[in-house]
């Protein structure tokens, strides 16, 4: 009788033994799976408590841009404004509002046609025109030049400059805002500084900076895009409600090559920059161009608006660009206006592939932002003379 109850009883006390082992390794294994969600809310919640702690950095370290209280910023970019200085000055403006200033965006001029649309097409009025900036307080986006900024400049109280470009001949004697990026467009700063500073960007503010980035990186094409361009488009086209970025793209482009209507003089001067470098002033017109055969027409009439109107302009030097850019060609028709400006094109560029008599061509561009404007300053530094 004993061996037979030894025979069932060994059985049962290993089947309590297993039964008893599994509860402990699920209680186990819950408790360790309850811990592992623990910490990753845990982790969860610590950056976000970070992102919240580098957000108020962020505004610590421009709280004190100095105006007066109630004081109005203007923020304004260059002139011939295009569509980047326009709608970033337009959606800093609304930024430095959102941060507890007063700021209102200005223009320097009248728009060119892209930018007409892209703020038509974003459902924004256009800013008022800073005619005069002495006394004011200005931020200024997307240069810093005093020879490109609107008159009384050097009279203005300067507070903050947000650029991609090198820095220019803009200083101050009191602390500023500076920020400065080797990016494609001041737009992906903008969108950048919304980031970081943990604001919220609504629908018609990212269809402005939208535009503005494909317009200046050239639909992601342009020589000085970075990986923030690329990804600053999609993002914004999602709050924007941009469902088809190519077609917004083509319109745009559409009008930035369209010159119907305008006069030889208005299209050299429809996105024509001022410079100063080492005590020679100079200036250069950007012109687009769809293929070779319309470059070599409108350098041609570019040609003959420089020597009607150079001697107006205040500068010792003066060209003309025609650029390509469609379909990945980059090629540039470099047009100087008198002989003084050849000579210094020629020595500071040497390397250019062709002249057909009345432009040097640069096959592989010469950009104005990337090669053309650097290169001059540094000729200009070594021969300040020329």
């Known amino acids: 009788m004993e061996n037979k109850t030894n025979k069932y009883l060994i059985p049962v006390l290993c089947l309590l033994l297993a039964c008893l082992v599994g509860y402990f390794a699920y209680n186990a ?17 610590e950056l976000s408590e970070k992102q919240e702690f580098l957000n108020q950095l962020n ?17 304004i970019g260059h002139m011939n404004p295009d569509t980047d200085t326009v709608c970033s000055a337009i959606a800093y403006a609304r930024l430095l509002n959102m941060l507890g200033f007063k700021a209102e965006a200005r223009i320097s001029g009248p ?6 649309l892209a703020l038509k097409e974003a459902g924004v009025e256009t800013p008022e025109e800073l005619v005069d900036a002495s006394g004011e307080n200005i931020f200024l986006v997307d240069h810093s030049e005093y020879a490109q900024a609107v008159a009384g400049m050097e009279d203005a109280h300067i507070v903050g400059v947000l650029d991609h470009h090198g820095i220019g001949t803009v200083t101050t004697g009191h602390q ?28 018609v503010t990212a269809h402005l900076l939208l535009s503005a980035v494909l317009s200046d990186t050239l639909n992601l094409q342009g020589t000085t895009t970075t990986e923030a361009d690329r990804l600053a488009i999609p993002a914004l086209a999602q709050i ?18 369209s010159y119907e209507g305008m006069s030889d003089e208005e299209i050299l001067y429809y996105d024509y920059k001022n410079y100063e470098a080492s005590g020679v002033t100079y200036g250069i017109g950007l012109v687009n161009s769809i293929d070779e055969d319309t470059s070599k ?25 025609v650029g390509i850019r469609e379909n990945g060609e980059k090629i540039d028709y470099i047009v100087p ?50």
């Open 29 to 45: 294994g819950k408790a360790s799976s309850e811990s592992a969600l623990n910490e990753k809310d845990e982790l969860i919640s």
């Open 59 to 75: 505004r610590y370290s421009v709280e004190r841009i100095g105006v007066e209280e109630g004081k109005t910023i203007y923020v």
């Open 111 to 116: 728009l060119n046609k892209e930018t007409t």
């Open 176 to 203: 500023v805002v500076y920020e400065a990026r080797p990016i494609g467009a001041t737009a992906t700063i903008v969108w950048l500084d919304y980031l970081n500073y943990g604001l919220e960007l609504d629908q």
């Open 240 to 257: 924007a409600e941009v469902s088809d970025v190519e077609g917004l793209y083509k319109r745009l482009r559409t009008e930035a090559l």
């Open 297 to 321: 027409k409108l350098a041609a009439r570019m040609k003959e608006a420089m020597a009607e109107s150079f001697d107006t302009k205040g500068v010792d030097l003066m060209y003309a660009s």
């Open 337 to 386: 206006a008198n002989e003084r400006s050849e000579s210094v094109l020629k020595n500071a560029f040497p390397d250019y592939d062709e002249y057909d008599g009345t432009s040097y061509i640069f096959r592989s561009g010469l950009g104005r932002k990337t090669k053309f404007v650097p290169g001059l300053n540094d000729y200009l530094a070594a021969h300040p003379h020329e």
